[in-house]
């Protein structure tokens, strides 16, 4: 069942993407990696933690290589904009965590 995003949850996800716009150490690989986690967030009924697998977010976000996803991922959790824990297993899904005080 898909949960509409609400007016917080938009104006969250704009206040974030307006802080990455201006952060020199990210590209738009980085970008479009963080509207595929918004979108399984939303999938998700919107709860952190969500799980993801690097497949789905792999062809969300139109990246070709593994290396490059890993990459992303882990500066995207190092600075600050998700919690990233990988599961390492090849069947569960790593747990993603959704920044806290994003709706302000």
Known sequence: MKQAVSN???AGYGKL???MSGD???????ISLFSALFVQWQRNGFASPF?????????F???ASIATYHKCIRE???YGYIR???SYHPKLGSQVYWPAGWEV
């Open 8 to 10: 917080a949850e938009l």
């Open 17 to 19: 993407l307006r802080r």
């Open 24 to 30: 020199q150490r990210l590209i738009a690989t980085h």
């Open 51 to 59: 799980a993801v697998t690097r497949r789905e977010l792999m062809a």
């Open 61 to 63: 976000s139109k990246i």
């Open 76 to 78: 995207l959790d190092e």
């Open 84 to 86: 990233y824990q990988p």
